[in-house]
């Protein structure tokens, strides 16, 4: 079945240092979701990419899909505490629908 | 707005034994998709229905394990008999639409464990 790999599955950042999770399929994907997970929490949905080369930007937080609409990355500028927690990109071809293995952020006060 | 409501938050329980997780979705949401998170195996979907009807089950681990949705506000996912291996948070969610094009809504997750 689809597989949507995700490096790194940990990162380790101080405060204030940018970060990047990269999303790769070897499939070309229909469209890509981004989700959070807080420690303990659930995932709640950030962004949903659809068209080929897009970029979209929330604050911080910039997503893009790639020309090829086989990898996504997600780019976080100086982060912060509060984005600690473990981000998910996962596709939605067709009826299927495949979370990543997802990126571990922790920041270093 | 009241978001996806899972019951019960938590649940401990001896092997051999049968569990049963319900879900609330969102009023107006027409898909409902049953997720289970472990370390190993991260997020993994077990199954979705789309207007109360089953589309894909090609997740569900094996014949202990069987989900419902017999109306739009309620489903359950029930394991029969439940194994240690069974130990995970497991969540519900749902969207607007069919399938998961669009974006899911995520309860807070049972935690499940079985001695």
């Known amino acids: 079945g689809q597989q949507v790999m995700q490096i790194p599955q940990y990162q380790h950042v101080q405060e204030g240092e940018d970060f990047t999770t990269y999303c790769n399929s070897s499939t070309t994907l229909s469209n890509i979701q981004w989700y959070k997970q807080r420690p303990g929490g659930h995932p709640v949905f950030l962004i949903q990419l659809v068209k080929s080369g897009e970029v979209k930007k929330q604050k911080r937080l910039t997503f893009q899909f790639g020309e090829a609409k086989k990898n996504s990355s997600l780019h976080i500028t100086a982060t912060q505490t509060t984005d600690v927690g473990t981000y998910f990109c996962?596709?939605?071809?067709?009826?299927?629908?495949?979370f990543g293995t997802g990126t571990s952020l922790t920041v270093i006060p | 707005d009241a978001g996806v409501i899972q019951s019960p938050r938590h649940e401990v329980t001896e092997m051999g034994q049968e569990v049963t997780l319900r879900c609330k979705p969102i009023?107006?949401?027409?898909?409902l998709f049953w997720y289970r998170q472990t370390m190993m195996r991260g997020l993994e979907l077990l199954i979705y229905f789309n207007n109360n009807v089953p589309i894909d089950d090609s997740g569900m681990p094996e014949d202990r394990f069987s989900a419902k949705m017999p109306n739009a506000s309620f489903s359950t996912l029930k394991i029969q008999p439940s194994e240690p291996r069974d130990s995970a948070v497991y969540f519900c969610a749902s969207n607007a639409g069919m399938g998961a094009r669009q974006p899911q809504h995520f309860g807070d997750g049972t935690r499940l464990s079985i001695l």
């Open positions: 996962a596709d939605s071809t067709g009826n299927q629908f495949y």
């Open positions: 009023s107006g949401h027409n898909s």
